[in-house]
Structures are given as C-alpha cells and as structure tokens.
C-alpha cells in the first residue's frame, strides 16, 4: 500500500487529493497543525480514513517527526497562506509558511526520506505582471503581490534541491482552480454565496473589486489529478496546469447571477476598497505540456463549475429559508 502525506490536507485542493488517493488505495496522513483552528467541514465524510500528524510548516522539527512517522512514498505540500489580499497584511507570516515553509519540508524529506516523491504546490500568481501570453513553463516571474514571491521563492526552492539533492521534487504551476469547497473570502465563492443569498432574500447586493480581471478558472477536483500524475512519472519535472480559457471577473458574475434568472447590473456595485494595491489583470496559462506528456486535460467546463458552486451555495441557503 502506497502512503502519502499531504499538507494543508483541510483545505479545497487538500481535499479533493486526499479523496483521490484514498480512492487509489492509499494509506493518507495528513499534517495538522498543533494550534488548530482548521475547519475538517472539506474532509467530513473521509476524515476516519486519514491519519493526522501534529506539525507545523514554520517548523522544521515537526515536519522531520511527520515524514519519520508517515514514511511516505509521496508528499503534497499544499499547505500555505493562500489568500492573495491578506499578503499585504500577513507579509512576513505569508513568506515564513507560503514560501520558506516549501524550503522546510523539503530539508524534512532531504533528512529523512530521501526517495519519497515531492510535489510543491506552485501558483499562477508567480507570473503576475504577465511577460507573455499565455503562460507556459518557461515564461519569466514578474509576481506583484507577497503572496506570488513567496509562491517564487518555493517554486525555485524545489528546483534546487531536485538538481542539488537528486530528489524526485515536481511544482505544478496552477491556475485559478475552484469549487464548492473554495473558501468564502476566494473572489469565486464570495460570488456564487452572495448569488444564493440574494436568490433566497437574504442579501441585497454584492461589493467587488476590478469586475475587469481576466482569469483562467477550472475545477480544482480536476487539478489534484494532474498533482499525482507528476508524480507517477519516471522523470520529475515541472508543468503549468490550466483550462487555457480566460474569462473576467464579470463574465463569472454574469454566469453565476444569470443562472439564477437576476441581472447582476442590478446588484453588483464596485467597491474601491476591494482593489489589489498591484492587479494582476490577465492571467492564462498554455496546459499543452501537461496534456503531452501526462495525459491531463481538464473535464469541467467554466460554466458547468459556475453553476455546480451556485446550487451548491443555493441548497444551503434554501435550508434556512
């Protein structure tokens, strides 16, 4: 039986792995936080199938006893401060976790478990201020938030240590993934929950940032499948995973309130204090690699993911109502 152990296994992306794996027979550990304040609401119905290990990505001590207790054959860093906007609150916490945290688990595994395969959980938001379009593999990093560089710094991290150490170590490069299971503040769900709720009476309008930002956005259940193929490989490497369709942040309201029969023109209301102090106005990424050479493609459209988080949110709200 192969065991993995998955950080940030609470989480969206963490998640729909765990339930992945799990389906593949294996044994799943996941890193939970000492001081906990994570809610297993994702995990609910699997959550006796896994193992957890107390630990903590800002230290390395922690994450050492992790990997001698699980003995992985595979380990998911997908813990991090995930959250764009809050980096430029949380600058120095969001580089300790998001960016030296990638640098900790690797040493973990470099000490103990040097023949387990690592996948960093790298981010669309490296490339930032865009050099070209679309984004593949090789396209130069410009980030233009804290978060991006600290994404960077834990992308070039696993790089170094697979060319220094000779570790199996794979970054997938992922764009805008979403679901039901997308936290509240993530600008997809803050859409799809207000939809419900103003479908359902309880809320009166939506307050956004730039409604003009262009995403590429797919179904993260559909990303986790790309993260283990990388590392079923023979070789590690490197591979930007994405839908290669972009859409703005008003095409998804427009989906997302139409869906549900409302003009959203009579709803949304754009709210400056909701602008990023650096935009990242284009991001979409070139998923050609990925479909080479593992065999990945995305199943769930842009308008089917829409609508699959509007009854989600629409089903909870009809509950109290």
Same mark, same amino acid.
């Given at each position: =039986? ?12 963490g998640s729909y792995l ?107 938001? =490296? ?35 697979r060319e220094s150490y ?60 790309? =993260? ?80 699959? =988080? ?12």
């Open positions: =039986m192969k065991r993995a152990l998955i950080t940030g296994i609470t989480g969206q992306d765990s339930g992945l794996l799990l389906e593949k027979g294996y044994k799943v550990y996941g890193l939970k936080r000492r001081a906990s304040t994570e809610n297993y609401e994702n995990i609910k119905n699997i959550k006796k199938e896994i193992e957890f290990i107390s630990g903590d990505l800002d230290d390395l001590s922690s994450l050492i006893q992790a990997v001698k207790l699980s003995m992985p054959d595979e380990i998911y860093n997908l813990g991090a401060q995930s959250f764009v906007t809050d980096s430029w609150s949380q600058p120095v916490y969001t580089a300790q976790v998001t960016g030296l945290g990638a640098l900790k688990m690797l040493e973990a595994v470099k000490q103990v478990k040097q023949d387990a395969r690592f996948y960093q959980a790298s981010s669309s938001e =490296m490339f930032g201020r865009v050099i070209e379009t679309p984004q593949m593999e090789t396209t130069p990093f410009y980030p233009c938030s804290p978060y991006g560089v600290a994404k960077v710094y834990g992308h070039w991290i696993t790089v170094n240590y000779d570790l199996f170590a794979c970054s997938g490069i992922l764009f805008n993934h979403e679901s039901p299971r997308r936290g509240i503040q993530f600008v997809t769900r803050k859409v799809t929950d207000a939809v419900a709720r103003i479908k359902c009476g309880l809320q009166t309008e939506l307050r956004l940032g730039n409604i003009d930002a262009k995403r590429d956005w797919g179904f993260a259940g559909d990303y986790v499948k790309a =993260m283990w193929l990388m590392l079923q490989q023979e070789k590690p490497d490197d591979f930007v995973v994405a839908t290669g369709e972009t859409h703005t942040v008003r095409d998804l309201v427009d989906a997302a309130f139409s869906y549900v029969g409302l003009r959203w023109e009579d709803y949304v209301v754009q709210d400056p204090a909701f602008m990023r102090p650096a935009e990242v106005d284009l991001l979409l990424g070139n998923p050609e690699k990925a479909k080479k050479e593992l065999g990945w493609e995305p199943k769930i459209t842009f308008q089917e993911l829409v609508e699959m =988080m509007v009854d989600h949110d629409l089903e909870k709200y009809s509950q109290i109502t």
